[in-house]
């Protein structure tokens, strides 16, 4: 559609053409000037054999002749230059084109887009999430709501009584009494006997006298 409104391809298709036409000029010049340098060395060396052959006047038409071709070879030297600072001009003022062409075509996409997204339309969608958004939270609430006798309880007595109950749980800890370690076990020394066991050797000792004594 963009392309038919401005006319691009047309334009393009001139572009190039014109380019093509100087890429051939410059490489016509170009092999003419070669020719032009062959000549020209040839009548170098040409001059140089009538000077061998002491002929000053053949050699010096040859150089005159060399003098020419240098002027056109001069001259297509200039003819080239002009080519290409055509070509460069060329080739920048397409490329302009080519963006102002793609700036065009997307402010006018952009514009089409504009026309399909009406701000109006855009408030009320945006009027639509809000409210939504905030019905969501009244139902939020409302499922959040203690219900029945739950509803009827007051938060501050249940606070209180928490209170007493961890009071009370405190000073039951404080009142009980504390525990004794339980007695070490008494460790005898090996070189000592426990006094019962002395008893019982007396009450032997004892009873053999007696028997001794019969």
Not at 10 to 24: M, R
Not at 68 to 91: A, C, K, T, V, W
Not at 94 to 109: H, I, N
Not at 114 to 120: E, H, P, R, Y
């Amino acid at each position: 559609m963009f392309t038919k409104i401005f006319g691009k391809p047309k334009q393009e298709t001139n572009a190039l053409a014109t380019l093509d036409k100087l890429n051939e000029t410059l490489e016509m010049l170009e092999k003419k000037e070669k020719v032009l340098l062959k000549k020209a060395a040839a009548e170098v060396e040409r001059a140089k054999e009538f000077t061998r052959a002491k002929n000053k006047r053949a050699a010096i038409q040859c150089l005159k002749r060399k003098r020419l071709y240098e002027q056109q070879i001069e001259q297509l030297g200039n003819f080239q230059l002009r080519i290409h600072d055509q070509m460069i001009m060329l080739e920048g003022a397409k490329a302009t084109t080519e963006t102002v062409d793609a700036l065009r075509t997307g402010a006018a996409a952009m514009k089409a887009m504009q026309k399909a997204t009406n701000i109006d339309d855009v408030d009320k969608t945006m009027d639509e999430i809000n409210e939504q958004t905030e019905n969501m939270k009244q139902i939020q609430e409302a499922l959040s709501t203690p219900m029945g006798a739950a509803a009827d309880f007051d938060e501050d007595e249940l606070e209180a009584e928490l209170e007493e109950l961890e009071g009370a749980e405190l000073e039951e800890q404080l009142l009980q009494p504390a525990t004794t370690a339980p007695a070490a076990p008494v460790r005898v020394p090996a070189g000592r006997q426990p006094a019962r066991k002395v008893e019982d050797d007396d009450d032997e000792l004892a009873e053999l006298q007696r028997e001794m004594a019969l």
